[in-house]
């Protein structure tokens, strides 16, 4: 492994997203303290609890969760996808890097813009309402497992990707609605049969409630139950995205 | 006659059922300018890529300096350099960080110094701080041969420079192209203009639909047809394979 190239590549994604942080970072910090000003603050107020805490307190780590998963996937799909569009994508593939190093440079800095992100819209809730992280351990780890697992994601999307449509497939009309229906502003046990099974069956609802577990102690499903749909969901994307990157799948022809 | 840089046995590479290379074997020698000739189509750029990491070839095998390019790809993408047909640029970085990121992507430890030396061999020093994007058709060509060398490459891969590019930096990137060979890199290229091929290059291959029709030195296809252009020489053959492949 070239650790050289390893790390000229991942401060190259680091800083591609750094110049356009007006973008990158700003714009769903300002999306994501809009729907915690909406939902959280202005209709929390009216709600009761859930689960045995505030609204405005049950809101945040979802939103913390769900802007993370939008935002790792984002960089890495993006990213990549756009290097194959304008042929920049050769500088990568003439150079002696191998699958691996290519998967922790793009994972990794789309990891660091997800925390980035996150820990931005957890330090504006807090400016609402101060409440300490219940179990720093299982926070790092959900943080950690699912934003590398979107970042995988996203490489698979790109790499299959041949137009900007196929790209926009994803966000809008995979992860949003399941971030929506995983239990981001609400909890399944509100939820009527067959609604309550059927969450069940979202891999974004164990992302969500395993992060709200690592926040405030309570949520839907167990965090062991959720670290291992996570850990599962990582593992299957290390697979298939190792996999691609190896055969060169839509990248050497 | 020293061993070849570049080794390529029986290489045939086919997309689906169409055949782009057909059982080619190549050798190209140590510190020569070695001219791929050939009408569009004629599998010029899929050979380049496929020595150079971009393709991956159905059958053979290509050796770069006695390494293999799939085996030991790590080996081989360090002693090769690639100037690719279409100018393709990075929005985000200027030309310095752009030459910086090559250099650490070919793994060489970013070298600020020999960055600069290279934006001053190829002009481009003015605009080192400039987004990519600002620059001339000819600067962004410039841009892309110093990045092919931030390594110094042992083979350098021109896959049609001088596309496109004015009469003015025509002559420069040649002259370009006989400095680096004068220094000791080995040089394959591609090329329309046969004039050029024919005051530059060693040795002339000319390849036609996946096939390798000729590969010769320059003076003695020349000297074998005597009083004709190399122009002439191409055009014939090409048409004589074009008649065998219609017969």
């Not at chain 1, 690592?214 to 167990?222: E, P, R, W």
């Not at chain 2, 074997?25 to 510190?31: A, D, K, P, Q």
Request: proline content about 4%; glycine content about 8%; overall charge neutral.
């Amino acid at each position: 492994m070239s650790t050289v190239a390893l790390k000229t590549l991942f401060i190259k994604e680091v800083r591609r997203f750094s110049k356009v942080w007006l973008q990158t970072v700003l714009s769903p910090l300002v999306t994501t303290s809009l729907y915690f000003l909406v939902f959280g603050v202005a209709l929390g107020s009216r709600l009761r609890e859930i689960s045995g805490v505030p609204y405005i307190q049950f809101v945040v780590p979802g939103l913390v969760m769900m802007t993370m998963i939008r935002d790792s996937f984002l960089n890495t799909s993006s990213s990549l996808f756009q290097s194959k569009i304008n042929g920049t994508i050769t500088d990568i593939l003439v150079a002696p890097i191998g699958a691996l190093e290519m998967l922790l440079a793009y994972v990794g800095a789309a990891m660091i813009r997800a925390m980035i992100v996150g820990s931005l819209v957890y330090l504006v809730a807090l400016t609402f309402t101060w409440f300490p992280l219940h179990h720093i351990g299982w926070t790092v780890f959900f943080a950690v497992f699912v934003t590398a697992t979107l970042a995988m994601l996203g490489m698979v999307a790109a790499l299959w990707a041949e137009k900007f449509d196929h790209l926009a497939i994803f966000p809008n009309f995979v992860l949003l609605p399941l971030a929506f229906l995983g239990g981001v502003f609400y909890s399944i046990d509100l939820l009527p049969e067959p609604w309550h099974t059927v969450s069940r069956l979202n891999p974004l609802l164990y992302m969500v409630n395993g992060l709200r577990y690592g926040f405030l102690g309570v949520a839907d499903v167990s965090p062991v139950a959720s670290a291992g749909v996570v850990l599962i969901s990582f593992l299957v994307l290390l697979g298939v995205a190792s996999a691609l990157l190896r055969s060169g799948y839509n990248l050497r022809s | 006659m020293k061993p070849p840089v570049l080794r390529c046995r029986h290489v045939t590479k086919r997309y689906g059922k169409f055949t782009a290379l057909q059982d080619l074997s190549l050798e190209v020698y140590e510190g020569e300018i070695f001219a791929l000739l050939g009408p569009n189509g004629a599998g010029k750029s899929t050979l380049i890529h496929c020595i150079t990491g971009l393709a991956k070839q159905s059958q053979g095998s290509i050796e770069v300096l006695g390494f293999d390019t799939m085996r030991d790809f790590r080996t081989t993408r360090r002693l090769v350099g690639l100037v690719p047909q279409e100018i393709n640029y990075d929005p985000f970085f200027t030309p310095l960080e752009s030459l910086m990121i090559q250099m650490g992507l070919m793994g060489v430890e970013p070298n600020r110094e020999r960055a600069e030396d290279l934006l001053k061999t190829f002009a481009l020093d003015e605009k080192r701080d400039a987004y990519t994007r600002t620059l001339s058709g000819g600067m962004k060509r410039r841009l892309l041969v110093a990045k092919s060398l931030v390594h110094e490459p042992r083979l350098l891969f021109l896959d049609e420079p001088t596309a496109g590019v004015d009469v003015e930096l025509r002559r420069e990137l040649w002259q370009e192209v006989q400095d680096l060979r004068a220094a000791g890199t080995t040089i394959v290229l591609t090329t329309h203009y046969i004039e050029e091929a024919e005051r530059l290059a060693d040795r002339i291959g000319i390849l036609h639909k996946g096939e390798l029709l000729l590969v010769e030195s320059r003076e003695s296809l020349l000297e074998r047809h005597a009083g004709r252009s190399l122009e002439d020489i191409y055009l014939e053959l090409i048409r004589k394979a074009d008649g065998r492949h219609a017969a």
